[in-house]
């Protein structure tokens, strides 16, 4: 089975998607394979970010399996719905300290564009920081063939860093445990 895991990192700036699996009854469908662009809005909090990622059935399913682990790790709670015009998600998950509950409205159709708008609270974090609500959009389409020197998993960020998406499963080591888990 197949969701989405959306974590606003605020104590880094970063928003991050990734599939995860767990026992649901629901399953998001797999991207079409191909460049899909994707636009990170923030609400004004952090600026705007446009990145690509080159990706394939197999890579979003790996993806699936890698994350799994790393989002049992770090959430309690993780939930997925179907709705009429696509799916909800709600997800309580903590990191560093920090608690990051968030809840997002995914639309489109997986194989053209889709948009998912995220509402999340963080509380706590290295500081005791203060409650801090964002709000955060991402607009993702498909842009067509990845480009000749692109492998499923590449993901484009501005500045023209380049990274591999296969490469989570070394990241996973660097995410700090949580008490009792």
């Known amino acids: 089975m197949r969701r989405l895991l959306l974590v606003s990192c605020s104590a880094v700036g970063l928003l991050v998607l990734l599939p995860v699996s767990g026992a649901i009854a629901v399953e998001l469908p797999v991207r079409k394979a191909g460049l899909w662009e994707m636009k990170v809005l923030s609400g004004g909090t952090v600026p705007e970010m446009t990145m690509q990622q080159c990706t394939d059935e197999t890579t979003d399913k790996d993806m699936a399996t890698a994350m799994s682990p790393v989002a049992k790790e770090i959430c309690s709670k993780q939930d997925i719905q179907k709705t009429a015009t696509g799916y909800v ?6 990191i560093a300290g920090m608690s990051i509950k968030s809840k997002a409205e995914i639309t489109g159709d997986f194989n053209s564009a889709y948009t998912v708008k995220t509402t999340s609270r ?11 609500d964002s709000n955060s959009t991402i ?5 067509g063939a990845c480009k000749a020197d692109q492998k499923p998993g590449d993901i484009m960020m501005p500045g023209g860093m380049k ?3 296969k490469d989570m499963e070394k990241l996973k080591s660097m995410i700090p445990k949580q008490p009792g888990k």
């Open 122 to 132: 963080s509380e706590g974090g290295p500081a005791g920081g203060a409650a801090r």
């Open 163 to 165: 990274m591999n998406i």
């Open 89 to 94: 998600t709600d997800s309580v998950c903590g």
């Open 139 to 143: 607009e993702a389409k498909w842009v």
